[in-house]
């Protein structure tokens, strides 16, 4: 560091030596009795700025090799988890998140919460040409009882919380989209403990995305992890997870 000060100093210091030194040199000056030279002169200005040139560009050196050397700290060091796992807090309005695909929206989860509170965006797409994929879990399977008590809720109260969710949903569709439109939607439901809530948009295509929730036994949806992939730039873990969407909606039935 003290030597990358000190270049630096130089190189402030170079370009007035150079402005003293013409001025000077006009003057017809004598150095211990010797005249110097019109070529003196020119050959003495031109080797300044080589110095200053030098200067500037060892400096500029030493500054690129120290960025360097920050960078390969943080991609080969160990990466801190909240660079990769993020809080729900941390992203958008489920509508304005489902407002970004404009081919496909995909939504897994417990009781479609998400798929509610975003149902304008998924309305326009759908009336724009685009799908929707959505898949709760079966209010009245046998998957209900144990993972209502994983997670520390009433298997009644969330089997109630789905069905809700569910026919809102579904009378929604209904009552705002034509019949053609509503081919374009699934509503579905699966005797499955999942394991993720998923919303995937445009997962079809090379900027497809998906968004991941993990859930916790007796850990609030707000407090669990969240992971963000990208199909361009995560694999394989991108195409890892969308197996997982798919094997979760395999075996899937209508509501």
Same mark, same amino acid.
């Given at each position: 560091?003290?030597?990358?000060?000190?270049?630096?100093?130089?190189?402030?210091?170079?370009?007035?030596?150079?402005?003293?030194?013409?001025?000077?040199?006009?003057?017809?000056?004598?150095?211990?009795?010797?005249?110097?030279?019109?070529?003196?002169?020119?050959?003495?200005?031109?080797?300044?700025?080589?110095?200053?040139?030098?200067?500037?560009?060892?400096?500029?050196?030493?500054?690129?090799?120290?960025?360097?050397?920050?960078?390969?700290?943080?991609?080969?060091?160990?990466?801190?988890?909240?660079?990769?796992?993020?809080?729900?807090?941390?992203?958008?309005?489920?509508?304005?998140?489902?407002?970004?695909?404009?081919?496909?929206?995909?939504?897994?989860?417990?009781?479609?919460?998400?798929?509610?509170?975003?149902?304008?965006?998924?309305?326009?797409?759908?009336?724009?040409?685009?799908?929707?994929?959505?898949?709760?879990?079966?209010?009245?399977?046998?998957?209900?009882?144990?993972?209502?008590?994983?997670?520390?809720?009433?298997?009644?109260?969330?089997?109630?919380?789905?069905?809700?969710?569910?026919?809102?949903?579904?009378?929604?569709?209904?009552?705002?989209? *034509?019949? $053609?439109? &509503?081919?374009?939607?699934?509503?579905?439901?699966? !005797? #499955?403990?999942? %394991?993720?809530?998923?919303?995937? @948009?445009?997962?079809?295509?090379?900027?497809?995305?998906?968004?991941?929730?993990?859930?916790?036994?007796? *850990?609030? $949806?707000? &407090?669990?992890?969240?992971?963000?992939?990208?199909? !361009? #730039?995560?694999? %394989?873990?991108?195409?890892?997870? @969308?197996?997982?969407?798919?094997?979760?909606?395999?075996?899937?039935?209508?509501?």
């Amino acid at each position: 560091m003290l030597r990358i000060r000190g270049l630096l100093q130089t190189d402030t210091i170079v370009p007035l030596v150079l402005v003293v030194a013409a001025i000077v040199m006009t003057l017809d000056p004598t150095v211990f009795g010797v005249a110097i030279t019109d070529r003196q002169i020119i050959l003495a200005f031109f080797g300044f700025l080589g110095i200053d040139a030098l200067v500037e560009r060892t400096g500029r050196l030493y500054r690129i090799e120290h960025d360097l050397k920050e960078l390969s700290s943080r991609i080969t060091g160990r990466t801190p988890a909240d660079r990769v796992l993020r809080a729900r807090s941390s992203f958008e309005r489920m509508d304005v998140l489902t407002g970004r695909a404009s081919r496909s929206v995909l939504i897994i989860g417990i009781n479609l919460e998400g798929a509610v509170a975003a149902w304008s965006s998924l309305l326009a797409l759908i009336q724009a040409g685009g799908t929707v994929r959505l898949l709760a879990m079966d209010p009245h399977g046998d998957a209900i009882g144990p993972a209502a008590s994983s997670a520390g809720v009433d298997p009644d109260l969330r089997a109630q919380k789905i069905i809700q969710n569910l026919n809102l949903l579904r009378d929604r569709f209904a009552a705002e989209l *034509t019949v $053609a439109q &509503q081919r374009r939607v699934s509503l579905q439901i699966a !005797d #499955l403990a999942l %394991p993720i809530g998923v919303v995937g @948009l445009d997962t079809g295509t090379k900027s497809g995305t998906l968004v991941v929730q993990h859930y916790l036994a007796a *850990t609030a $949806a707000e &407090q669990a992890p969240l992971l963000e992939l990208h199909r !361009d #730039l995560d694999q %394989p873990w991108f195409d890892r997870y @969308l197996a997982q969407c798919e094997a979760c909606l395999r075996g899937a039935r209508p509501w």
